[in-house]
């Protein structure tokens, strides 16, 4: 085992003790297949009663990149693409995920601190870092049937946004209803990838709520591997599958599991007692606490981030040394000397890991 403390992501540990315990209890009974069984259905309930939908179609799938995949292949038709920013996961992280499926990601600009020359050496919550801004969005799709050739184009056909984003930053109310009245206005598909969505829920610097979320875009996804199971997503379609046939197309896609019931246990426990929202809140008192370390020990802050993703600058002849204590995520070249680097609580992150962790630092 590695003799050192990682901060390199919010998906290094295993799961909940709770989950452990119930699949430890359930290890011996026989269940039908492929979220056939009930406790996806108990899980699928509590998650539509928790969103204020009880219409909604809830479906559960291995993994993110899976479930980007699916969905995106699930609302676009084959000559259309989906707009995302340019520093979006589906656009940056996901080896070509979507291109894969024979869809193009169309990228719109997103503010990161590294083109912001004139902030360089202060931190700032810039409201839209990673994010996209509804003016450019409408820009985009305007400007595509404004094109006389636009027929021989890739069709803006949905758009993926991520709350929190690749930069912890989240979306407002208000940001998130006006993309939602552009979709609306040209009949997209929104689409809002939650893989840390529990972390950007219990943010004390948000104003959106899971009710918001599921009013104001068509399909999201509640994250469940980075946020206390051992694997999973819990897709949500708001309004209903936009297909009479999802299942085959989930299963095409390698994203439907034979023991279902596996994922339905663990979401079936992470929505009983409101488990979910209150180790995504440990996260965030972590991150703050983390963050408050930081700066009183004369660190940069890259962004001040109002999630559980914290970004530092460091000097690069310190990275080296730091990695044989730390583990940490590389996120970008800021200078010839320095990196940024990125520390992720999770749900499970303790006070004693802060301590040990500043000790290294």
């Known amino acids: 085992m590695p003799d050192k403390i990682s ?128 003016s450019d969005l409408r820009a985009l799709i305007s400007g595509f049937y404004a094109d006389d050739n636009h027929e021989h184009m890739v069709f803006p056909g949905a758009v993926y946004i991520s709350h929190p984003t690749e930069y912890g930053t989240l979306y407002t109310k208000t ?17 809002l990838d939650g893989a840390r969505l529990g972390y950007g829920l219990m943010s004390k610097r948000t ?43 989930i299963k095409q896609h390698g994203a439907l599991l034979a023991k279902g019931w596996l994922l339905g246990l663990q979401f079936d426990t992470l929505f009983t007692d409101d488990l979910y929202f209150d180790i995504s809140r440990n996260a965030i008192e972590m991150a703050d606490l983390l963050r408050k370390s930081l700066v009183d020990k004369g660190y940069r802050l890259y962004i001040d981030s109002p999630t559980n993703q914290q970004f530092i600058v460091m000097e690069d002849d310190r990275l080296k040394e730091l990695a044989s204590h730390v583990g940490y995520g590389f996120w970008e070249k800021l200078d010839e000397t320095h990196t940024v680097i990125r520390l992720a609580t999770d749900w499970a992150t303790t006070r004693e890991d802060i301590e040990e962790l500043m000790k290294w630092l």
């Open 7 to 134: 901060f390199s992501s919010d998906y290094t540990k295993g799961a909940h003790p709770r989950i452990l315990q119930r699949l430890s209890d359930t290890n011996f009974e026989q269940m039908p297949g492929y979220g056939t069984d009930d406790y996806c259905k108990s899980a699928a309930d509590k998650i539509k009663k928790a969103c204020g939908k009880p219409d909604a179609d809830v479906f559960f799938l291995v993994g993110g990149t899976q479930t980007n995949q699916t969905i995106i292949d699930m609302l676009l038709k084959p000559y259309e693409g989906v707009v995302a920013a340019q520093t979006g996961h589906v656009a940056a992280h996901e080896a070509g995920a979507i291109e894969f499926s024979g869809h193009k990601v169309l990228t719109l600009p997103s503010l990161s601190k590294a083109n912001e020359d004139d902030r360089a050496g202060e931190a700032v919550y810039d409201e839209q870092v990673g994010k996209i801004k509804a």
């Open 175 to 191: 940001e998130l209803t006006e993309i939602s009245e552009v979709c609306r206005e040209y009949k997209l598909p929104l689409f």
């Open 207 to 249: 104003d959106v709520t899971l009710a918001d979320i599921a009013n104001l875009v068509d399909v999201f996804y509640i994250g469940g591997t980075k946020v206390g199971a051992l694997f999973g997503e819990a897709v949500v379609f708001t309004k209903g599958a936009p297909t009479t046939h999802p299942v085959p197309i």
